[in-house]
């Protein structure tokens, strides 16, 4: 596997590459519909797990879109509020998981001198409920996601992380297209996660390297 050198900075997607997302997300998402159905909203079968699992990485509404393409806007701004509300509480409850060696893997990069940033297409509450609660906010210099910034792609959001910290040389390290195109553009390396089972075929071509777990990222590094 080839190495690269040792950046000033590396800059994570959060679903399927530091959080495996489904451990939380499926009981959530089940949970949302059977809410909208009881309050008469959404009407018809549970639409299947695959749908939103093939979503990740997407902005909420075109998230909804393609899960519900038939509800209107209210149905999908309801789903957002109740999916966030459903996913905090299990979180609280200590539900989902880490992939494996993420902890000791990130604490090894900061011990290096990496700064370390989030970059997510996510919602404020969830991206920063998730790291808070699984107790890595120490080891982040900063946790952007699109609903705090309300940003258009995660091109536009990985660019304004990168001014705000004055970042100049970064890995971007996710598992999806979008995240291998917010490096490109943003003139980063870019390492592509291939653990999380759920991305298309194809994904992350134009990625650096692809690793298949997440402490790979430590034999990336030039000695």
Sequence with gaps: MSTFKKPEAMIFDLDGTLFQTETLLLPAYHAMFDTLKAEG???GETPDESLILGSLGMLLEQIWQRVMPDADIQVHRRADELLLQYQIDRLRGGEGQMYEEVAA???????????????????????????????????????????????????????????????????????????????????????????????????????????????????????
């Design 41 to 43: 909203t959404y009407t």
């Design 105 to 223: 893997t990130l604490a090894e990069l900061r011990r290096q001198g990496i700064r370390l940033f989030v970059a997510s297409n996510g919602l404020e509450a969830y991206v920063k409920g998730v790291i808070e609660q699984k107790e890595l906010a120490p080891l982040f210099e900063g946790l952007y996601s699109a609903g705090e910034f309300q940003t258009r792609s995660k091109v536009d959001l990985v660019r304004r992380l990168m001014e705000t910290y004055g970042v100049n040389t970064a890995w971007m390290v996710g598992d999806r297209s979008s995240d291998v195109e917010a490096g490109l553009e943003n003139g980063l390396t870019v390492i592509g996660c291939d653990y999380a089972g759920f991305r298309k075929e194809g994904e992350l071509e134009g990625a650096h390297a692809v690793i298949s777990k997440f402490s790979d990222l430590l034999t990336l590094i030039e000695a």
